[in-house]
Each structure stands twice: as structure tokens, then as C-alpha cells.
């Protein structure tokens, strides 16, 4: 049906080539491209071993446009599957444009030397998109992405208006390491130490990072101290749906991973800033001046997320808990998902994070190649029809599950 196109090699773009190869009928040609070809290399030998694929690869440097463009037409992808990092989207996009492919993301583009991310630069491609009549899907991972579908599905299906929503997004797992990060060391650090922000009343309130927790209680796994975080999907869902008063986003943290996380940025290595040092050169021939970004060598020296799946135990529970109005009473709403580590390892090889990232991005490919959620323009997902993707949830890994009238703790 369709010729799709993995940009990346990492966590999450593993878990959906997997979920690509296990939908064949669907995705009947693949290409892995990314920076480094050997990686795609192994995951193809692995894909084609595993499925009976004839997965390609190619090596791309996703900030050049030009080695895009030269890429997407010879390949000529129906759909640019981007799973490289938030740094890469604008080109992306751009070649898209230049070469008339579809484009799915899961993160909103982040400039490298500022640690800001918002949909401002993504959406100023829209009547681009719309005039070429292409179909740009924007976070399409898990948060944003299910939940963002998770929060459509309400309004459409329980409530006649949204009015209060908290995303929960819980990760009870343990990868047995001292310290690290569930996806790409230097996106996640950049996203977590950032200052807080929430949406009430018509306007964002800045809270210092942190600042504001408490603990909640997530189906199978019980109470953890869980932390108001400034997170994407917000600012596309409070727009979606404007009758939201109030949209907030927690994430569970345990004590020491806090710890850590302090020492990194009281000993500057969360800097994104460019650092000089002077070292022995390796010929001992004298000195030489070392640049480096404390960040991206931080990234270089933690454990890589790809390894962590093996070892790693317990669950995620993510989910959106809901207030709102329907037929004229207050009703409560809390739809989750809850996935285990170790089932995504067995699957898959990767962590319950990338697998949680992977599977909605397969998701989204597969309606958009199947023409369920396809429409020229730049969407963001709670725009789609949220029932094709629940559906789908349910038969490719993420089960989801519906509590009423409850207690939301918030
Ligand atoms: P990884 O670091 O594991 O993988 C990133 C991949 O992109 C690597 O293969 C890397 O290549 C490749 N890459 C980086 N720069 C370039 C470039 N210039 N050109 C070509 N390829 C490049 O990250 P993850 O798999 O953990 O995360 C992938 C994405 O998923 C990120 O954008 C992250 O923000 C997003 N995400 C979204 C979530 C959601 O729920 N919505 C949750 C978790 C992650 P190399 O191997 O050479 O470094």
C-alpha cells in the first residue's frame, strides 16, 4: 500500500520498524535512513531476518536539506517518518515540501542552542502543506501523541465540554543503573530542567522546574510524588479545545534520579553552551584547545537508552484524567495505558519508553497511508479522528483502559 521512510536509528525508531515489519500489508517498502549507516545496517539485518523483510538502508545527515531531497527522490517515500531528533524537523519538513512526501514526528522542533520547544516554527508550514496537498501528523509518540488522542476521544465519545485536564505520565520502572535517561540523554535533560508551565484561565503560568508536586496514585503501581512539567502537548490541546480552563502535565521522578539530575546542573554539565579546555594533545607533542558542549559529552558518557530494555523491570502508566461537563453535570473521566518493560524488551529488544514512542508513530503512519488521517496541512493528532487510532492501540500493544465517575486526586 505504501513505501515509507524511518529517519533515525535510535530507541524509538527501532520499536517502530519493528511495528512497521509487523504490518507489512500496510507498509510494503521500508527504508532505514540515519547519520550512521552501520546502525541501520543491524536493525535491517535484523528486521529482514526476524520478518522476512528486504528492509533498505542509507546513511543521511538530517540537517541537510540538500542530502534529504537527494535522498526522498530517488527513494520517493510516501511517508517521511521522522525519529531523528527535535533539531532535525524543519528540514525535514522542508525536503517533504521540496519532494511532495507526507511527514510524521513525535517531538516539536527545538532550536540546538536554546532549550525551547513550541509548535510556532512547524505550524508556519502549514499552507505550504495544504497548497501541496500533503499531510504533515505532528507528535505522534505517546505524550504528545496518545494522549492527545486519549484527551479527543473524550470530548468526542464522554463529554459535552472538557473543562480541567492533568496527563500523567508515570514511569515505574527500574533499569538497575545509578543514573539514566529513558530516551535521548540530551533531549530529555534539555525538556526536564527546563521552568514549569501550566494553562488556567487564559493565559500560562511559569512555576520554577519542579516547583509544584504531589504525590498521585497510577493504576498497578500505587502513590509516587509526581511533577508539574511544561510539556508540548498543551499548547496544541488548549487551542483544539478551548473550553479547557485548565491543562496541566505531571511526571513521576524517584529521590535519587532528582539527586543526580541537581548535580548535573550545579556542576554545569546540563550547560548547552559551548565550553573550551586545554588538554594534552595525544602526540604529547604540547596543548591544544578542546570545545565541547557539557550536554552533548554528558550524553556521550550515561548509559545509552537502548541498552537499559534488557535488565529493566516494572511499568509506565501514562493517561489523561479529566473534568468536564456532560448533560449539564460534572462527570470524571481517567483513560491510561500501562506498559510493561519487559514485554516491550521481549518484542521488541527496546524499553517500555521507546516502545510506548515507537508503536503510536506506527500508528500514525498506517492511517495516514490507509487515508483514515490524511488531510493536506500541518495537524497536530487530536485533530484526527480519535477512533481508527484507539482501535489500533488496542490490537498493537497499548491496550488502554477507561475508569468513570472517580476520584482524579487533582
Ligand atoms: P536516540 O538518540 O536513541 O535516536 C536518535 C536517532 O537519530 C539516532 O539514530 C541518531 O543517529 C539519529 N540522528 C541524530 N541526528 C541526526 C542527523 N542529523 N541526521 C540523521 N540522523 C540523526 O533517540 P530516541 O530514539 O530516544 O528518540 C527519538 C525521538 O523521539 C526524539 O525526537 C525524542 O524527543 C522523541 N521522543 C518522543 C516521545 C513522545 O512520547 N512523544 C517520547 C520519547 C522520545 P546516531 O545513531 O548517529 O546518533
Known sequence: MGRVLIIGAGGVAT??????????RVFTEIMIASRTLSKCDALADLLNKKYDMQV???????????????LLSSYKPDIVVN???PYQDLTIMEACLRTGCNYLDTANYEPRDVAHFEYSWQWAFRERFERAGLCA????????GVTSVFTAYAAKHHFDELRYLDIVDCNAGNHHKAFATNFNPEINIREITQKGLYWEN???IETEPM??????TYPDIGLRESYLLHHEEIESLVINFPTIKRARFWMTFGQQYLTYLDVIQNIGMSRIDEVTYTAPKADGTGTETVRIVPLQFLKAVLPNPQDLGQNYDGQTSIGCRIRGLRDGAEHTYYVYNNCSHQAAYGETGMQGVSYTTGVPAMIGAKLLLE??????????VEEFDPDPFMSELNEQGLPWHELHDIDLEL
Request: glycine share 8%; charged share 25%.
Open 83 to 85: 525519529l531523528a531528533l
Open 15 to 24: 520499536v517502530a520498524a519493528h511495528k512497521v515489519c509487523q504490518n507489512k
Open 371 to 380: 487515508g483514515k488521517w490524511s488531510k493536506p496541512g500541518v495537524h497536530n
Open 202 to 204: 487564559s493565559e500560562y
Open 211 to 216: 516547583e509544584i508536586h504531589k504525590p498521585l
Open 56 to 70: 533498505r538502508t542509507a546513511r543521511v545527515d538530517a540537517d541537510s536539506v540538500e542530502e534529504l531531497v537527494s
Open 137 to 144: 501528523i505532528l507528535g505522534c509518540g505517546f505524550d504528545p
